[in-house]
């Protein structure tokens, strides 16, 4: 082989290889976007959440507990 064949088949490997790692790149992008939105979506809903649980009061909780006994009495 001549060396001018030996290089375009090694630039020609190498293209291949980068045309792989941008996809690569693009399809993991792709998926951290998708996480993304997931974790956004999930502090939203503990935000709801936590918030919910302020509303709760323990003496309210205690009270209920008190006034029923457990079936087992």
Same mark, same amino acid.
């Given at each position: 082989?001549?060396?001018?064949?030996?290089?375009?088949?090694?630039?020609?490997?190498?293209?291949? +290889?980068?045309?792989? $790692?941008? $996809?690569?790149?693009?399809?993991?992008?792709?998926?951290?976007? $998708?996480? $993304?939105?997931?974790?956004? +979506?999930m502090q939203v809903q503990l935000r709801y959440v936590a918030s919910k649980l302020k509303d709760f009061h323990p003496s309210n909780i205690a009270s209920q507990a008190e006034e029923t006994p457990p079936p087992h009495y």
């Open positions: 082989m001549h060396i001018e064949q030996i290089l375009e088949n090694r630039i020609a490997e190498l293209e291949t +290889k980068i045309a792989f $790692q941008e $996809q690569l790149l693009d399809e993991l992008n792709h998926a951290l976007v $998708q996480q $993304q939105f997931a974790l956004d +979506k």
